[in-house]
């Protein structure tokens, strides 16, 4: 027996030897382009995992010759990621950083994946326990996936009801309830190993253009940014967030130019963030392929005053070789000290050999299909969605639903890449025949401007019902509904009709129609969200939650009516 567990410790600190004499001899050899590689973040589509794709060939390519330290995946399913993930660690020297947007649950890229509804209905519950919950289960699915790097939470404050692009991605306008939730969801995710991303440093929610369009200004002085925007960012940095995103936006109280984005000002990332915040994780830009940081540099320019400014990863730069030479030529020439690169590779280093890719790089995908989208996944997706509903409207006693009534219902549909509706609609049909209520269903669209047809339709119904879809859409610009909508359900009040309206995303649209008489904030379109939407109609939840954000005067943040489920 003794024998045995001698040779046991031997071959044990022989394999541990192995493995850490393997990283030191990878570090040691390494050029200087070749560590400057390792900062750079390429992209994958994920749908296609045969070795003939052009995908798998421009990425075989930039991991062989480039030697690129990681790739960030966006759409797929997630067999097909786990298989194209192997085939790439296994040709890739230095285990690569995988990475992904699962803000709200897997299923935000993987066709197959989980999903839970957007943060700011988590900011309704008020209870960070969902959002620590949350983050667990996107952990251990990024476990799973072999992902090791989660761009998320979302810590924008999101204090401008015209934001287009966070808007229902924050958890609120209170910087507290922001902080809160993403410290909880932090935590969640870090607890399963894997590296959280705070996102969009110094503060992406008072800004009403998108940055996937143009290049948003925040027009505020230090007093306002430490009162507010800084607040969760400072928060997250004390609760030990592994990584911070910069956004890009012009902070013209600190950078001076403003055409320079605060994702290439070194005065906003090395003084502010790492400097005066002390951070000292991980850095990451936003992608590089967006408008806000194109439109006034060239690929070149932009790879060096990253480095400039302080990040460690370069994501999607349009032209990683270009990037990689741009860095190298920099470095060089004197422009970037050798030392500046030196401590961005050993933080990159050090979180793969944290996230133990030395010992195992490669996806079990025989985990997939019982780990991903699991029951306990869709379980919490329900409780966090019913915990969300907000009745912030309901005259006369509006809801539950009545027996025996007529319902018109009239979905608005502001999406472009599926139709959410029909769950609705469906679910709804369901239980009106249940209450013996006769109904009528349309549906529309944004292209559809001539709606007074609907006047004529609504007439003959005791009660007029309004789910809104309308979510956030990267350079879409807008989260609102057109006018045509906005005029057609003040129109169906002046019927003196009952008038009830679901919004499955923004919640500010109300502000358009506030004489309607019952007004529900469900903050998001996953089926969760939909399917506690309908129940909220219909007595069978507690409606519990609270506003997030400041409507108008009246509907103001921690406002919600409270209605028992029927017995």
């Given at each position: 027996m003794k024998k045995f567990i001698f040779l046991f410790i031997i071959i044990f600190i022989s394999i541990s030897f192995g493995v850490k004499n393997r990283e030191n001899n990878t570090e040691s050899k390494l050029s200087l382009r070749e560590k400057i590689a390792q900062m750079i973040i390429s992209h994958s589509e994920g749908f296609d995992s045969s070795e003939s794709s052009q995908d798998y060939l421009r990425l075989k390519k930039l991991i062989t010759e480039e030697k690129i330290g990681g790739l960030i995946f966006f759409k797929g399913n997630a067999m097909e990621q786990a298989i194209l993930t192997n085939k790439l660690q296994s040709i890739s020297e230095i285990p690569l950083l995988i990475s992904a947007d699962y803000e709200r649950g897997t299923g935000m890229r993987l066709s197959d994946g989980s999903v839970f509804p957007n943060n700011m209905a988590l900011g309704a519950t008020g209870n960070p326990d969902y959002a620590y919950r949350m983050g667990q289960i996107i952990g251990e699915e990024c476990k799973i996936l072999g992902v090791q790097q989660n761009y998320a939470p979302v810590m924008d404050v999101n204090n401008n009801p015209n934001n287009p692009i966070i808007n229902v991605r924050s958890?609120?306008?209170?910087?507290?309830?922001?902080?809160?939730?993403?410290?909880?969801?932090?935590?969640?995710?870090?607890?399963?190993?894997?590296?959280?991303?705070?996102?969009?440093?110094?503060?992406?929610?008072?800004?009403?253009?998108?940055?996937?369009?143009?290049?948003?200004?925040?027009?505020?002085?230090?007093?306002?940014m430490n009162s507010l925007e800084l607040i969760p960012f400072k928060n997250s940095?004390?609760?030990?967030?592994?990584?911070?995103?910069?956004?890009?936006?012009?902070?013209?109280?600190?950078?001076?130019?403003?055409?320079?984005?605060?994702?290439?000002?070194?005065?906003?990332?090395?003084?502010?963030?790492?400097?005066?915040?002390?951070?000292?994780?991980?850095?990451?830009?936003?992608?590089?392929?967006?408008?806000?940081?194109?439109?006034?540099?060239?690929?070149?320019?932009?790879?060096?005053?990253?480095?400039?400014?302080?990040?460690?990863?370069?994501?999607?730069?349009?032209?990683?070789?270009?990037?990689?030479?741009?860095?190298?030529?920099?470095?060089?020439?004197?422009?970037?000290?050798?030392?500046?690169?030196?401590?961005?590779?050993?933080?990159?280093?050090?979180?793969?050999?944290?996230?133990?890719?030395?010992?195992?790089?490669?996806?079990?995908?025989?985990?997939?299909?019982?780990?991903?989208?699991?029951?306990?996944?869709?379980?919490?997706?329900?409780?966090?969605?019913?915990?969300?509903?907000?009745?912030?409207?309901?005259?006369?006693?509006?809801?539950?639903?009545?027996?025996n009534k007529d319902y018109i219902v009239i979905s608005f549909i502001n999406t472009t890449d599926q139709n959410p509706s029909e769950q609705f609609l469906d679910g709804l049909e369901d239980r009106l025949k249940k209450i013996n209520s006769g109904y009528k269903m349309f549906e529309v669209t944004a292209k559809n401007t001539d709606l007074d047809f609907?006047?004529?339709?609504?007439?003959?119904?005791?009660?007029?019902?309004?789910?809104?879809?309308?979510?956030?859409?990267?350079?879409?610009?807008?989260?609102?509904?057109?006018?045509?909508?906005?005029?057609?359900?003040?129109?169906?009040?002046?019927?003196?009709?009952?008038?009830?309206?679901?919004?499955?995303?923004?919640?500010?649209?109300?502000?358009?129609?506030?004489?309607?008489?019952?007004?529900?904030?469900?903050?998001?379109?996953?089926?969760?969200?939909?399917?506690?939407?309908?129940?909220?109609?219909?007595?069978?939840?507690?409606?519990?939650?609270?506003?997030?954000?400041?409507?108008?005067?009246?509907?103001?943040?921690?406002?919600?009516?409270?209605?028992?489920?029927?017995?």
């Open positions: 958890y609120g306008d209170n910087t507290d309830l922001v902080s809160k939730m993403g410290i909880a969801f932090i935590k969640g995710l870090q607890d399963k190993g894997i590296i959280a991303t705070a996102k969009h440093f110094p503060g992406h929610g008072d800004t009403e253009i998108d940055s996937h369009n143009d290049l948003p200004v925040l027009p505020f002085d230090m007093y306002r940095i004390q609760a030990n967030v592994k990584s911070i995103m910069i956004a890009h936006l012009s902070f013209p109280e600190l950078e001076k130019n403003p055409k320079l984005p605060a994702s290439l000002s070194k005065a906003i990332v090395n003084n502010l963030l790492i400097e005066e915040l002390g951070y000292k994780g991980l850095i990451v830009t936003d992608a590089l392929n967006m408008s806000g940081v194109t439109k006034n540099f060239t690929v070149e320019e932009i790879a060096v005053k990253c480095v400039e400014a302080g990040n460690d990863l370069i994501l999607m730069p349009v032209g990683e070789k270009q990037a990689i030479d741009a860095i190298e030529k920099a470095v060089l020439n004197g422009k970037i000290p050798e030392e500046r690169i030196d401590i961005s590779f050993n933080k990159i280093i050090n979180v793969k050999k944290e996230s133990g890719l030395f010992e195992n790089k490669l996806v079990n995908t025989d985990l997939i299909s019982t780990g991903i989208n699991s029951q306990k996944a869709q379980t919490l997706a329900q409780e966090i969605a019913d915990a969300s509903i907000t009745l912030v409207k309901n005259n006369e006693n509006v809801l539950p639903l009545k027996e609907l006047i004529n339709e609504a007439s003959d119904y005791d009660y007029i019902i309004i789910p809104v879809f309308s979510r956030v859409t990267f350079k879409s610009g807008t989260v609102g509904i057109p006018d045509s909508q906005i005029r057609i359900i003040k129109q169906f009040k002046s019927l003196n009709k009952n008038v009830i309206v679901i919004s499955f995303g923004n919640p500010y649209l109300l502000k358009g129609f506030t004489e309607i008489d019952s007004y529900i904030a469900a903050y998001g379109d996953s089926p969760a969200s939909i399917n506690a939407g309908l129940k909220s109609l219909f007595g069978e939840i507690n409606i519990t939650g609270k506003l997030p954000v400041t409507i108008n005067e009246v509907y103001k943040t921690g406002y919600g009516i409270t209605l028992n489920k029927i017995k």
